[in-house]
C-alpha cells in the first residue's frame, strides 16, 4: 500500500462483550499507524461511556465531541483532536453525557465520508453490546476486526458479532486474540488460538498475549507501542504491519517461561561463544 | 455403569481447557441454530423434497429440531409416513 493514497479504509472494531480490550486495540493500531505516517483518524462512538481519550491520554485536549459536530454546534476540523506526540493522528472524542441513540447510522455515514478525504486510516471504536451504538458503528466501516478474549463467553459473543457482521454484509472480517497466556495454554488451561479459529472460522490478524505493562501505559495515558520491550507492543505493532500489507509472521510464544528462557541462557552460556 | 464411571474419569483427567473447548463447541451449535431459523426451515424444504422421491409422508406433520442433551447436540426428525413409493426395479 502506498503512503498516502486517495483510497480511505475505515476499519471498526467490535466484540459484543465489553472489556476485552477493544480501545487498547484501536488506541494501539491506530497510533502505530500514525508513526509509520500514515495519516489516521479514531472515532469514539462509545457515546455516554468514554475511555479511547483516556486511553490515548488525550483527556485534557477534548474541546468538542461528536454529537456536536452532528448537530452543527462546531466543525469537525474543531473536534478533532490531534495528538502532539504523532502529529498524524486525530481523535473524534465521543459524547459523554449524551446517549448512543442520539445519532443514526446514516449520521456516522455522512461523518465518515466528510473525513475519507484526508484519511488514510479511519478506526471505529465500537461500544460493547448488539443494540444502536453497535448498528452506528458499522453503518460505514468497509472491514470489521473482532476483539476476543480466549474464554468461552467472549468467544460466545464473538461468534454472535461475526453473524451480525455477515449478515450486514462484510466481507473482511478479521479476528484479533487479547490477553492470550502462552503458558497457561501450554499447561491445559486456556483455549488456544487454534481452538479459537477452528470455531470461529474467520481469519487471525494477530494475538496479543497478557502484559502487566498495558495497565502501566494506561495508567499514563500513553499508548503502549512506545514500549520497546513490552510483548503487546510487538502484538499491536504486528497488527498495524498487517493491516498495511505487510506478511509478518505470527510469533509461536514457545519460550517465555523462567525455566523455558533459563533452559535458553545455559545453552547460550555452554554453547562455548 | 462402566460408562458412567469411564466418563466421571475421563473428565477428571480432562484439563479445563478441554472442558472449555466442549462448553465453547455445545454453546456455539445451539447459538447458531436458534439465532437462524432458516436454516433449519430450508434444511426442512430440502429433506421434504428429497424424501418425497420416495415416499408419501405428512409434510405438515414433519418436524425437525435441534435437541440438547448433556454433552451432544442432536438432530430430531419426525416424518410421519403415509405410504411407500411402489419399487421401479425393471
Known amino acids: 500500500m502506498d503512503k498516502k493514497n486517495s483510497e480511505c479504509h475505515v476499519i471498526v472494531v467490535t466484540s459484543g462483550k465489553g472489556g476485552v480490550g477493544k480501545t487498547t486495540t484501536v488506541a494501539n493500531v491506530s497510533t502505530s499507524l500514525a508513526k509509520m505516517g500514515y495519516r489516521v483518524a479514531v472515532m469514539d462512538l462509545d457515546i455516554g461511556l468514554k475511555k479511547l481519550d483516556l486511553i490515548l491520554g488525550l483527556e485534557n485536549r477534548v474541546i468538542y465531541d461528536i454529537v456536536q459536530v452532528i448537530e452543527g454546534e462546531c466543525t469537525l476540523k474543531q473536534a478533532l483532536v490531534r495528538d502532539k506526540r504523532f502529529p498524524e493522528l486525530h481523535m473524534l472524542p465521543a459524547a459523554q453525557t449524551r446517549n448512543k441513540d442520539e445519532i443514526t447510522p446514516e449520521q456516522v455515514k455522512d461523518l465518515c465520508s466528510q473525513m475519507r478525504p484526508d484519511f488514510d486510516f479511519v478506526l471505529i471504536d465500537c461500544p460493547a453490546g448488539?443494540?444502536?451504538?453497535?448498528?452506528?458503528?458499522?453503518?460505514?466501516?468497509?472491514?470489521?476486526?473482532?476483539?476476543?478474549?480466549?474464554?468461552?463467553?467472549?468467544?460466545?459473543?464473538?461468534?454472535?458479532?461475526?453473524?451480525?457482521?455477515?449478515?450486514?454484509?462484510?466481507?473482511?472480517?478479521?479476528?484479533?486474540?487479547?490477553?492470550?497466556?502462552p503458558d497457561m495454554v501450554r499447561h491445559g488451561d486456556m483455549l488456544s488460538i487454534e481452538d479459537l479459529i477452528e470455531h470461529l472460522c474467520i481469519d487471525l490478524l494477530g494475538v496479543v498475549p497478557e502484559d502487566r505493562n498495558v495497565v502501566v501505559s494506561t495508567n499514563r495515558g500513553e499508548p503502549i507501542i512506545l514500549n520497546d520491550r513490552s510483548s503487546a507492543a510487538l502484538a499491536f505493532n504486528n497488527i498495524a504491519r498487517r493491516i498495511i500489507g505487510e506478511e509478518v509472521e505470527f510469533p509461536t510464544f514457545q519460550d517465555d517461561s523462567f525455566w523455558d528462557r533459563l533452559r535458553g541462557l545455559g545453552r547460550n552460556l555452554f554453547s562455548g561463544r | 455403569m462402566f460408562d458412567l464411571i469411564s466418563k466421571l474419569f475421563y473428565r477428571e483427567n480432562m484439563t479445563s481447557r478441554d472442558i472449555a473447548k466442549e462448553r465453547l463447541r455445545l454453546v456455539l451449535v445451539h447459538d447458531r441454530s436458534s439465532s437462524s431459523p432458516e436454516l433449519l426451515n430450508a434444511l426442512k424444504e430440502d429433506l421434504i423434497r428429497v424424501i418425497r422421491e420416495y415416499m408419501e409422508i405428512d409434510e405438515d406433520a414433519l418436524v425437525v429440531d435441534l435437541a440438547n442433551e448433556e454433552d451432544a447436540v442432536a438432530l430430531i426428525a419426525n416424518i410421519p409416513v403415509k405410504g411407500f413409493r411402489r419399487a421401479v426395479n425393471q
Open chain 1, 130 to 181: 448488539i443494540e444502536q451504538g453497535f448498528r452506528n458503528a458499522i453503518a460505514a466501516a468497509d472491514q470489521a476486526l473482532v476483539v476476543t478474549n480466549p474464554e468461552v463467553s467472549a468467544v460466545r459473543d464473538a461468534d454472535r458479532i461475526i453473524g451480525m457482521l455477515e449478515s450486514a454484509g462484510f466481507q473482511d472480517i478479521k479476528l484479533i486474540v487479547n490477553r492470550i497466556r
